[in-house]
């Protein structure tokens, strides 16, 4: 069947989703969303967390990244690097702007979504503590708070006792921690299907277990993709949100390889309780995040694995290990289920975004790497002005792909 759209988005995670609700709100266009379902899909494997300063600073989903890194430092080159190793892993400025636009469109978006379209994806006000539990963590936290002046009205400090009284269940041996105010947290799955019902209400139309397997071409542009389920769609517009996937695409389309590279994260998940975490925490061994259902998430590795999505009992022993150290409590509780997932890791783990030189008819929005849930709702809205022509919030350059050297722009043709 040939089907011809205004924009075909390539990819139903949160990244797709978010495009296909934000382009479908002035329904002026035709579009269709395509998602093959593939084992590892992100979104359905994230915690949620919005949390726009603790991932910029390295804490969160890149915690054990960051552990990893260290304990690597330190292995080469000795504990006189002790203090080094404690330097945050901070992104870049632009990304900081990024994600705290994004973080900011949450609590209207939470409200429009339940109004206009009855979808709830739990936006919950949680903020997210660092917690501390030697020197090495406080050198870490005093090197965060040292690094953006600018956000100081976005931290907290809490001693021992100020801990003990905002999250009662937290260990003794915990020293105090550092609170992102602003950093909260919304349901994954129910974000990205709030994204996707809205879209469809909005008159997308939804293509689900179907597989984009190849690109058209015409003139110099992308004008469409075959599938294996649904035959052949044209289109103007193609928007490559295929997530891990996404070099395979960029490849079928351009000509390109993007280096968009599968990042596994484990993750556990235990039964629901009443009330036991105030907030989302943050270690140096894992996050904790308790939903609105009583269930908590502990997440989560950070592992070069391929498309591998196996759970094994060396990571998941090193969360559970991370997660009773914090909150001892948690010894007597079931765990549920565990999984893992594919984060889209870019090189500089910065967002993909936008047009490829020499190529019409083709834009990116991959590569979210460990933010995709955060940043979906900026994303969405910069896709829309790009496939608008219209003004962007933020300024594009640190996202185009045309950043990466050469050789990590792999072309096939
Ligand atoms: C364990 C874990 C915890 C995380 N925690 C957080 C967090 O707390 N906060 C946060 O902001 N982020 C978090 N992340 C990161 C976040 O989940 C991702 O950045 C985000 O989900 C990426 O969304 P996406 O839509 O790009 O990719 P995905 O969700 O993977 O979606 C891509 C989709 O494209 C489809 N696809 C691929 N190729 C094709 C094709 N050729 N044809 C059709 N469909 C195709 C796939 O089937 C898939 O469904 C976490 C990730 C993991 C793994």
């Excluded at 020197?135 to 801990?163: C, K, N």
């Excluded at 879209?199 to 469409?224: E, I, K, M, P, Y």
């Amino acid at each position: 069947m040939n089907r011809t759209y205004d924009v075909v988005i390539a990819g139903g995670g949160v990244i797709g989703a978010s495009c296909a609700y934000h382009l479908s709100r002035r329904q002026d266009l035709r579009i269709a969303l395509i998602d093959a379902k593939r084992p590892g899909n992100a979104t359905r494997a994230s915690a949620g967390g919005l949390w726009a300063i603790g991932e910029s600073v390295g804490l969160g989903c890149g915690v054990i990244f960051f552990r990893m890194m260290s304990a690597r430092r330190r292995q080469a080159h000795g504990a006189a690097v002790a203090a080094a190793a404690s330097a945050p892993h901070i992104l870049p400025p632009a990304f900081f702007e990024f994600a705290l636009q994004s973080n900011a469109l949450y609590p209207p978006l939470h409200r429009e979504l339940i109004e206009r379209h009855g979808m709830d994806f739990k936006f919950e006000r949680t903020g997210l503590k660092y917690v501390i539990y030697d020197a090495e963590d406080r050198l870490y936290a005093e090197h965060i708070v040292s690094r953006i002046p600018h956000l100081a009205d976005q931290l907290r400090w809490l001693d021992r006792e100020a801990l003990r009284e905002a999250e009662p269940a937290v260990s003794h041996e915990a020293q105090g921690a550092l609170e992102f105010l602003c950093d909260h947290q919304v349901s994954p799955f129910r974000l990205a299907d709030a994204y996707t019902e809205a879209a469809r209400q909005n008159g997308v139309d939804l293509f689900f277990n179907t597989n984009v397997t190849g690109v058209l071409h015409q003139g110099g542009r992308v004008s469409g993709v075959r599938t294996a389920e649904q035959g052949t769609f044209h289109c103007a517009t193609l928007i490559n949100a295929a997530g891990a996937w996404a070099a395979e695409l960029s490849e079928q389309a351009t000509g390109i390889r993007l280096p968009v590279k599968p990042v596994k994260g484990q993750i556990l998940l235990t039964e629901r309780m009443p009330k036991l975490l105030e907030g989302c925490l943050t270690t140096s061994d894992c996050y904790m995040a308790q939903k609105d259902n009583g269930e908590i998430l502990i997440g989560s590795t950070t592992e070069d694995k391929g498309f591998d999505v196996s759970t094994t009992f060396p990571e998941v022993a090193g969360l559970v290990q991370g997660a009773m150290r914090c909150v001892p409590q948690l010894k007597e509780i079931n765990l549920k289920r565990c999984w893992a997932g594919l984060r889209p890791g870019s090189p500089d783990e910065l967002p993909i975004l936008g047009p490829m030189a020499g190529v019409g008819g083709y834009l990116n929005a991959c590569g979210h790497f460990r933010t995709g849930i955060l940043t979906s709702a900026i994303t969405g809205v910069m896709l829309e002005r790009l496939v608008h022509q219209e003004p962007l919030p933020l300024d594009l350059t640190p996202f185009l792909a045309d950043r990466f050297e050469a050789g990590l722009l792999k072309g096939v043709g």
